[in-house]
């Protein structure tokens, strides 16, 4: 415990903010084929899909991502009067759908929930009625998706054959640095766009970690299902089919099994305040360690006349009525005489 404290004042402390990211790669194998499917979770609700990295019944298993779909109740595959025992979870899709409006895109003046733009103009453009959602665990996306560092690439035409797949393009948020926005309430979003045509396919939530992908990628798909497991018997020439007359778990099915690879650099930010912490050559020469002396005299001494010595070893950081809150070993003793200064520089990371 100290006995001598010197006030921080504020020219000795400074508060920053860093940001940290990882680079996250997705392979389609993992999602499509290395375990056999034994690494997918469908639930008894059957509104989304789960992906794992591992078989998910493994202590080992990572959560990576969500997948669903939805379309919009305005959209041309909406039924007049959708029911779930008529036309496969159509009312579930209509409700991700407006959930995910809702939390993303918001609602107008008139108090509608409001469709995903493919140019992220809220007011008009082009909607995006029906979509895929892939929502990455904050396993991986931590704080968010870094902008402009997302790609992923799919097979988006042809049977689902693996030697049968064609149409591989790669999607990724293009500028997005500079052409962001920002009139979301889930905070910022880019646009996806296809590298080979330039063309909007999606839109992509950084703080939220959402993709948010047009099913119209796969309109030169072939037997897109290729079969659902929930309405077991049928199956599915178009994407379009898939997305009314199959469960979302089989529409889930179809983008996994055509997914390439998936990479992204998410973030952490990491905020921090750096003490500076000064020790002048008249301050912190003697020690409190009852060692220091002996017989009334100073140890480290041999003559009256040699100037003091300590060795600093650890910085305490005190409350104003002199609790100790945080301490800071130096990696090795600093030899500390009347003759030199130190100024040591101590980090907190929250």
């Not at 693996?162 to 790669?170: E, I, R, Y």
């Not at 037997?223 to 178009?238: A, R, S």
């Amino acid at each position: 415990m100290a006995t001598t404290f010197k006030t921080l004042m504020n020219n000795d402390a400074v508060a920053t903010r860093s940001m940290l990211h990882e680079a996250i790669p997705l392979t389609g194998t993992i999602v499509s084929g290395t375990y056999a499917d034994s690494n997918i979770k469908n639930f008894t609700h059957g509104m989304w899909q789960a992906v794992y990295d591992y078989p998910y019944l493994s202590s080992s298993a990572n959560h990576v991502f969500d997948l669903t779909v939805g379309f919009s109740p305005n959209s041309g595959l909406s039924a007049s009067s959708p029911t779930d025992t008529d036309e496969p979870q159509q009312v579930k899709k209509i409700n991700m759908y407006n959930e995910m409006s809702q939390i993303l895109v918001g609602y107008d003046i008139s108090g509608s929930i409001r469709e995903f733009d493919r140019d992220g103009d809220l007011t008009g453009g082009t909607k995006l009625q029906e979509v895929f959602f892939i929502n990455f665990a904050r396993l991986l996306s931590k704080d968010e998706i870094k902008k402009e560092s997302f790609s992923m690439t799919l097979m988006t035409s042809g049977t689902m054959a693996a030697a049968a797949l064609t149409g591989k393009f790669t999607f990724q948020d293009t500028n997005a640095l500079s052409n962001y926005k920002v009139n979301s309430p889930a905070g910022e979003y880019g646009l996806l766009y296809n590298t080979t045509t330039d063309a909007s396919v999606g839109l992509i939530y950084y703080q939220a970690g959402i993709v948010v992908l047009t099913s119209s990628v796969f309109d030169g798909a072939t037997m897109f299902g290729p079969y659902d497991k929930t309405f077991p018997g049928t199956e599915f020439v178009t994407v379009k089919s898939a997305l009314t007359g199959a469960a979302i778990s089989g529409s889930a099915d179809g983008l996994r099994n055509r997914l390439v690879n998936v990479s992204f650099n998410n973030t952490t930010e990491l905020n921090s305040t750096i003490y500076f912490c000064r020790a002048n050559n008249n301050e912190f020469n003697y020690s409190a360690n009852p060692t220091y002396l002996s017989a009334s005299k100073l140890v480290v001494k041999n003559n009256t006349t040699d100037l003091p010595v300590s060795y600093i070893t650890t910085i305490g950081l005190y409350s104003s009525d002199n609790e100790l809150l945080a301490t800071a070993k130096v990696s090795e003793p600093l030899k500390k005489t009347p003759n030199d200064e130190f100024t040591l520089r101590v980090r907190l990371d929250y």
